[in-house]
């Protein structure tokens, strides 16, 4: 099974979504749709009511934190009945106004101790931020975390993958040298994929990304560790299963089956 570990689906139109939802299901793709806000989160909500591979996960995008960080007792129900945490984090490198990164934290911490206190999965964001976010983690004591389309410094990285945190390989690594890189010092039981469906692409070509593009992400893996596509995508399938064995937040999700 294909595993798309961090996708917005709620950014499709509807045309594109009806194609795409019917990809994933004819493909077998296991689809983590992560929301920037509570709208998001509803609208994914909706759209993994109609495939059994999508799991529908509310975050506050950490650009949307200053519009949150003084209702953040509004959006714990909705911390309550996600079934894992994201997308969340820290940004400095997109976010370039200092002034909201104050909120920015506040908003991480929150999320990031109730994750902590259910027992769910956190998606991270960290661009520009990879230590700060880091630190974050450890401090809270956070075991278990997607760290999403690392780009960043040697260091946080090096002390994500001591940490034992999952780091996704995106639509990047077909187009840039250092994130092919960074997938290769990426240990294989620490490897996720991700298309960042439908911005991930559209950001780098101007394109709408589509599902199918994890075939190019696998090829470009399997050609960085010298193996056949197949082992990566059995490889990616197993270290989630890991990664959720026991959660029964997810239970029913049929990506672990």
Same mark, same amino acid.
């Given at each position: 099974?294909?595993?798309?570990?961090?996708?917005?689906?709620?950014?499709?139109?509807?045309?594109?979504?009806?194609?795409?939802?019917?990809?994933?299901?004819?493909?077998?793709?296991?689809?983590?749709?992560?929301?920037?806000?509570?709208?998001?989160?509803?609208?994914?909500?909706?759209?993994?009511?109609?495939?059994?591979?999508?799991?529908?996960?509310?975050?506050?995008?950490?650009?949307?934190?200053?519009?949150?960080?003084?209702?953040?007792?509004?959006?714990?129900?909705?911390?309550?009945?996600?079934?894992?945490?994201?997308?969340?984090?820290?940004?400095?490198?997109?976010?370039?106004?200092?002034?909201?990164?104050?909120?920015?934290?506040?908003?991480?911490?929150?999320?990031?101790?109730?994750?902590?206190?259910?027992?769910?999965?956190?998606?991270?964001?960290?661009?520009?931020? @990879?230590? @700060?976010?880091?630190?974050?983690?450890?401090?809270?004591?956070?075991?278990?975390?997607?760290?999403?389309?690392?780009?960043?410094?040697?260091?946080?990285?090096?002390?994500?993958?001591?940490?034992?945190?999952?780091?996704?390989?995106?639509?990047?690594?077909?187009?840039?040298?250092?994130?092919?890189?960074?997938?290769?010092?990426?240990?294989?039981?620490?490897?996720?994929?991700?298309?960042?469906?439908?911005?991930?692409?559209?950001?780098?070509?101007?394109?709408?990304?589509?599902?199918?593009?994890?075939?190019?992400?696998?090829?470009?893996?399997?050609?960085?560790?010298?193996?056949?596509?197949?082992?990566? @995508?059995?490889?990616?399938?197993?270290?989630?299963?890991?990664?959720?064995?026991?959660?029964?937040?997810?239970?029913?999700?049929?990506?672990?089956?």
């Amino acid at each position: 099974m294909l595993i798309d570990a961090h996708a917005h689906l709620d950014k499709y139109d509807p045309t594109e979504l009806d194609l795409v939802l019917d990809e994933i299901d004819r493909r077998r793709i296991g689809t983590i749709s992560v929301s920037i806000d509570p709208a998001s989160f509803v609208a994914a909500e909706s759209i993994a009511a109609r495939s059994e591979l999508v799991l529908a996960t509310f975050g506050i995008h950490p650009s949307e934190a200053p519009a949150w960080v003084d209702r953040l007792d509004d959006i714990d129900e909705l911390m309550d009945r996600s079934p894992m945490i994201g997308e969340v984090g820290l940004d400095h490198r997109f976010v370039v106004d200092t002034a909201r990164h104050g909120s920015q934290r506040i908003v991480f911490d929150r999320m990031v101790d109730r994750a902590v206190t259910s027992g769910k999965v956190l998606n991270v964001h960290c661009a520009g931020a @990879e230590a @700060e976010a880091l630190a974050t983690l450890l401090g809270r004591e956070a075991s278990r975390v997607i760290v999403h389309w690392y780009h960043g410094p040697d260091h946080p990285l090096e002390g994500m993958i001591a940490a034992g945190y999952m780091l996704t390989v995106s639509v990047e690594v077909l187009y840039s040298e250092r994130v092919r890189r960074i997938a290769a010092r990426i240990p294989d039981h620490l490897l996720l994929t991700e298309t960042d469906n439908p911005g991930g692409q559209r950001w780098l070509t101007g394109d709408v990304g589509m599902p199918d593009r994890l075939d190019a992400v696998l090829e470009e893996l399997a050609r960085l560790r010298g193996v056949i596509p197949e082992s990566i @995508e059995s490889l990616v399938h197993a270290n989630l299963k890991r990664l959720f064995a026991g959660d029964t937040h997810v239970d029913g999700w049929a990506a672990l089956d």
